[in-house]
């Protein structure tokens, strides 16, 4: 028996959902002083509202050690774990240090946490490359190095909307934002190697930006058959299907699905974000 446990920026498909192998371990997100769990009691929307009224930058804080010895202790023999780049929260090490603490009175188990470099999608995908594995009857260290060598190929696209959790949070200056908000520039954003975030293009509108994000997709994507895409949106449907159906007239993949944003996600990607990840 194996069990994934991923952390709440990881979205579930309705699929994952009813499989019984995957659960999430919810993040905490806070905007001036609400404190909000990202679980399916998850208000998008209130939240949305909530953020952009706020003249502070929302924040998240990773889930406890002790959330994920609660999912690890469980009737599974190989427990995976799958957390948020490493780069981008303190999801990961809480993860590790809770599997010490777990091993420390049972070693019995065989558990290993994988550092995304990615998120939201990019973390689903992760997953499902690790069911993969286990239904296919790899052995555990084999499933560890494929999916391993899965991560190091994965790229994570995004375009947002709005730059205004930029602006709040210091990243961006009040300048940069008013002028970009101004010429209506959207930044098409990626994840490095190491799980980074870098600016990998611009354009005025969000078609545009989305086209030069289509075209940053194929410049780094082979073998598509064989690859499941996934796009995830915030508050966008229309967009994610309009996104879906654009990648479907550039190159034939084996799969391609839409989720909604669970609540870091949207954090991160605000009311109007995309992602996208292959």
Known sequence: MYKIILDSCGELTEEMKKDGHFVNVPLTLEIDEQQIIDDDSFDQASFIKAVAESPNAPKSACPSPNAYMVEMDCDADNIYVVTLSAQLSGSYNSACLGKD?????????NIHVFDSKSASIGETLIALKIAECENAGMSFEQVIETVDAYIEGQHTFFVLETLETFR????L??????????LNIKPVMGST???????LAKGRGMNQTIDKMTKCVMDVTTDCENKILAISHCNCPDRALSLKKKMESLATFKEIFIVDMRGVSTMYANDGGVILVV
């Open 168 to 171: 709040k949070s210091g990243r």
């Open 173 to 182: 200056s009040g300048l940069k934002a008013a002028i970009a908000e101004t």
């Open 193 to 199: 190697d190491n799980g980074y975030i870098q600016q």
């Open 101 to 109: 603490l777990y091993e420390e009175d049972d070693e019995s188990k």
